[in-house]
């Protein structure tokens, strides 16, 4: 299984990133993707998911209303629209998937991506 992340940089607050994720080799068609973020110092956090057969979408508190789960129009392909972006959302930007775990916490996850880092400038 391989996750490949896209999409990080720079920003200035007020803007906006786009994140991709190609997911390959997965051993099954049910699934939960998405993504989790770690900044300098802190600890791993989930951001958003999204539930690759009945759609579901979790998104933490902190990013309600300003970023955006969907699926990308290739297969196994998950984007993260981020607009409004704040300074705290400075990390680096990690794809992940479960198989079977129900919630969106970093040791349920099966497979990981390398990351892309996200800096946003104030």
């Known amino acids: 299984v391989q996750l490949v992340e896209s999409g990080g940089g720079l920003a200035q607050a007020g803007g906006s990133l786009t994140l991709s994720c190609v997911a390959s080799?997965?051993?099954?068609?049910?699934?939960?993707i998405g993504w989790f973020r770690q900044a300098d110092g802190k600890e791993r956090e989930g951001v958003s998911s999204?539930?690759?057969?009945?759609?579901?979408?979790y998104y933490t508190d902190s990013v309600k209303g300003r970023f955006t789960i969907s699926n990308g129009n290739g297969k196994n392909t998950v984007i993260l629209q981020m607009n409004n972006l704040k300074p705290e959302d400075t990390a680096v930007y990690y794809c992940?998937?479960?198989?079977?775990?129900?919630?969106?916490?970093?040791?349920?996850?099966?497979?990981w991506g390398k990351g892309t880092p996200v800096t946003v400038s104030s």
């Open positions: 080799g997965l051993p099954f068609d049910e699934y939960i």
């Open positions: 992940a998937v479960t198989i079977g775990a129900m919630a969106w916490v970093p040791k349920y996850m099966d497979y």
């Open positions: 999204i539930h690759s057969v009945d759609g579901s979408i």
